[in-house]
């Protein structure tokens, strides 16, 4: 008999095997609770530790199939209308690893948005994929970097014959959400897979009134981290096979890549938590996203109301590379206030203890979940955020304050893989130009990665990189985050 979308079938047999007080003549050596840290026991409780068991048990992971973990991944595949989910145990970014190597089966060439999450690029590190690199629209205004267009992705895909797949993020960090349909379009009349990295928008499909989700309009892989909004824990996440994934990727390839990628010793709690937030979803989704989205809408109308203050929503859609927006972030416009994000962020923490998901010279986010108290929350936020204000003082010239957009990024002269892996040292950055990078450099704002590793560095974005670090914005993926050095492949290498 098959599950229903309103029972957790793996967390059920879970708690079934924990009540049974087992005789547990296996991993984890914690039993379940007394070979545990007294801390940690007192932290986490007895429950969760009797939770905490291995794979391969018996009425839990193996057994009389379906299993209890099959039939859980049979119902995330069905809440979410995909062909096949994964459960992933190390984030949404397992997600981007698997894909690029299930793609590398299928070809070596790939289209990728290049303001890829940067587990994207490790994939190409691990696939030996060669990259061509699309870019992103641009916000000039609040110096942001929206989602990919589907003319530049067919030019992309005109540049790269022997592309297998394009790879595209949507939504962003801060809420933009790609025209999906028209990118699956392109990519599907190129005879190529379309893979999204929904990382962001997990909840998107359970109510009508947020933008449709990836898979809903033609995707064929798509990342989804569960953890973020959806609610099951820090690093579970999910990996969604499209109706054409089998005949563009390739169901085997992505089983194989998944295992490759995973631990042998996947996490039960994380799995549970899934499975949970799958029945959560399907179950109240539709009501607890309503609740927050009303919460949202009346915070923003609180914020747009302090002096200096605006706020991104729905009226973003329409620029380009935003086809809709996700209102499930709230990002704050601080252009108006005498203060960037980076002097903003320990003000709100000082003032209300207010943690934001992510900061940046004009803009900070703040992320609401799927079904949280979110009214206390908001208030503190509005609060502390009227106080800062106050405190700092409007800057007059800020709204109109343009953002330098960054230099084109480099050719690239060897692939992510071979220069990763390659021979390299560390240079002073002054003598870096010319020198082939085997790390990536991504300035925020605006988070597109200026170098990755295999592109040559050019003395224009090195200035600029220097110039984003003079101004207050920080360096990802320098191993000198002050970019006295960049690390470059060490080239006519003899091996
Ligand atoms: C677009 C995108 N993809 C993938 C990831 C990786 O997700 P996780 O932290 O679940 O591994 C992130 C994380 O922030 C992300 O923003």
Redesign the pocket.
């Known amino acids: 008999m098959s599950a229903r979308q309103d029972q957790a079938p793996y967390l059920q047999a879970l708690c079934a095997y924990a009540a049974r007080e087992p005789a547990r003549l296996h991993v984890p050596g914690h039993k379940g609770g007394p070979g545990a840290d007294p801390q940690l026991l007192e932290a986490i409780g007895e429950r969760a530790l009797s939770l905490d068991i291995p794979a391969l048990t018996y009425g839990v992971d193996i057994g009389p199939e379906p299993t209890p973990f099959e039939q859980a991944q049979r119902l995330a595949a069905q809440a979410w209308g995909a062909e096949r989910a994964w459960f992933l145990v190390?984030?949404?970014?397992?997600?981007?690893l698997a894909a690029g190597l299930a793609l590398a089966h299928s070809g070596d060439e790939v289209v990728v948005q290049r303001n890829?999450?940067s587990?994207?690029v490790d994939a190409l590190v691990l696939s030996g994929l060669r990259p061509t690199f699309a870019a992103p629209e641009l916000d000039p205004e609040l110096g942001i970097a929206h989602c990919l267009s589907a003319q530049t992705l067919d030019m992309a895909l005109a540049q790269t014959p022997g592309a297998v797949g394009a790879w595209v993020?949507s939504p962003?960090?801060f809420g933009a959400v790609a025209d999906v349909r028209a990118l699956a379009d392109v990519a599907h009349a190129r005879g190529v897979a379309l893979i999204v990295?929904e990382?962001?928008g997990a909840h998107m499909a359970f109510h009508e009134d947020l933008p449709a989700h990836a898979l809903s309009l033609g995707a064929d892989l798509v990342?989804s981290?569960t953890?973020?909004i959806v609610g099951s824990l820090?690093?579970s996440?999910m990996l969604h096979l499209g109706a054409r994934g089998d005949e563009l990727i390739g169901e085997d390839a992505v089983d194989r890549a998944v295992t490759l990628t995973e631990s042998t010793s996947p996490s039960s709690l994380l799995t549970a938590s899934l499975d949970a937030a799958r029945r959560l979803a399907v179950v109240s989704g539709r009501e607890l996203l309503a609740d927050t989205m009303q919460t949202l809408a009346d915070t923003r109308a609180q914020i747009r109301a302090i002096d200096g203050l605006d706020v991104l929503d729905e009226r973003m859609a329409g620029r380009a590379g935003v086809f809709a927006y996700d209102p499930l972030r709230l990002a704050v416009d601080i252009r108006g206030i005498a203060a960037s994000g980076y002097e903003l962020a320990p003000m709100l923490r000082e003032l209300g203890d207010i943690n934001l998901e992510l900061v940046g010279q004009n803009v900070v986010v703040a992320v609401f979940g799927m079904g949280e108290r979110a009214l206390p929350e908001a208030a503190r936020l509005v609060d502390a955020l009227g106080q800062a204000a106050m405190r700092v003082g409007l800057d007059p010239s800020g709204a109109s304050a343009s953002f330098a957009a960054p230099p084109p990024w480099g050719e690239l002269a060897m692939t992510p893989r071979e220069a990763f892996l390659g021979a390299q040292e560390a240079v002073p950055a002054a003598a870096a130009a010319g020198r082939v990078a085997a790390e990536s450099l991504a300035t925020y704002p605006p988070g597109i990665p200026n170098v990755l590793p295999g592109e040559r560095l050019t003395a224009e974005t090195l200035a600029y990189v220097q110039r984003t670090l003079e101004l207050g914005g920080s360096v990802r993926g320098a191993s000198d985050r002050l970019l006295r050095t960049v690390r470059v492949v060490t080239e006519n290498d003899p091996r």
């Open positions: 190390n984030g949404a970014s397992q997600g981007n890829a999450h587990s994207a993020v962003t960090y990295d990382a962001w990342i981290s953890h973020k820090t690093q996440a």
